[in-house]
């Protein structure tokens, strides 16, 4: 099945590691595309619909405990499967700009790589939950373990994951974005904060102005 692009709006993932800034750049991304008269949904996952934030506490919870890696992994498709059908794609028709924290590539980066689940499996139940659903544009906001992990606070059930662990997902976050440079864009996440946010407009200008033409026609 070919990646569905959606023809009427935009949609935006922030990915990469533990503390790599996904908040801020988001935050930074929306103010500028609405001061440029976009209308923008920001989401999140896991917990961007009542029932995703019922699935972010079960999957991030410490108290929660160890949980099969499929089963974890199938938590996180079923939250991407409500968050797709109910926010993102209803958002899209209506020509909208989505900038989602975190999409498919989290599930294949720390499921796959971080679990060490195979990944054609994987993949094969995330883009079946998504309906293979893909952004325009993935930012990937690269940031070294040992850094990004001191920058998260107390940690949840995710981030007290071994150093071992978050290094595969930073890894696999990259060969993702090699594999696909025309719908990725990696950024230093130890750039000052409108830096990495200026790379990440001339990033995404090519895709919002293919979207005005469309909508022109």
């Known amino acids: 099945m070919p990646p569905l692009f959606t023809a009427s709006g935009v949609f935006v993932a922030l990915e990469g590691g533990e503390g790599g800034g996904k908040s801020t750049q988001a935050g930074l991304l929306v103010e500028w595309l609405q001061a440029r008269g976009h209308t923008v949904l920001a989401t999140r996952e896991p917990g961007g619909t009542d029932v995703g934030a019922e699935l972010r506490r079960i999957v991030l919870d410490p108290a929660t405990g160890a949980l099969s890696p499929?089963?974890?992994?199938?938590?996180?498709?079923?939250?991407?499967?409500?968050?797709?059908?109910?926010?993102?794609?209803?958002?899209?028709?209506?020509?909208?700009?989505?900038?989602?924290?975190?999409?498919?590539?989290?599930?294949?980066?720390?499921?796959?790589?971080?679990?060490?689940?195979?990944?054609?499996?994987?993949?094969?139940?995330?883009?079946?939950?998504t309906a293979d659903l893909r952004p325009h544009l993935t930012v990937v906001l690269d940031v070294d373990p040992t850094v990004g992990l001191g920058r998260a606070g107390s940690p949840d059930r995710i981030e007290s994951e071994?150093?071992?662990?978050?290094?595969?997902?930073?890894?696999?976050?990259?060969?993702?974005?090699?594999?696909?440079?025309?719908?990725?864009?990696?950024?230093?996440?130890?750039?000052?904060?409108?830096?990495?946010?200026?790379?990440?407009?001339?990033a995404l200008e090519p895709w919002l102005e293919q979207a005005r033409m469309e909508t022109a026609r």
Do not use: N
């Open 162 to 202: 071994p150093l071992e662990f978050h290094r595969r997902v930073r890894q696999h976050f990259l060969d993702l974005a090699a594999a696909d440079p025309e719908h990725y864009l990696v950024v230093d996440a130890s750039l000052p904060a409108e830096q990495a946010h200026a790379a990440v407009r001339e």
């Open 70 to 129: 499929r089963t974890e992994a199938l938590v996180y498709a079923a939250d991407k499967a409500e968050h797709v059908d109910a926010v993102v794609l209803p958002a899209l028709e209506r020509g909208e700009v989505v900038v989602t924290d975190r999409y498919v590539d989290s599930a294949l980066a720390y499921q796959g790589a971080g679990r060490a689940i195979d990944a054609a499996e994987l993949e094969h139940v995330v883009r079946w939950a």
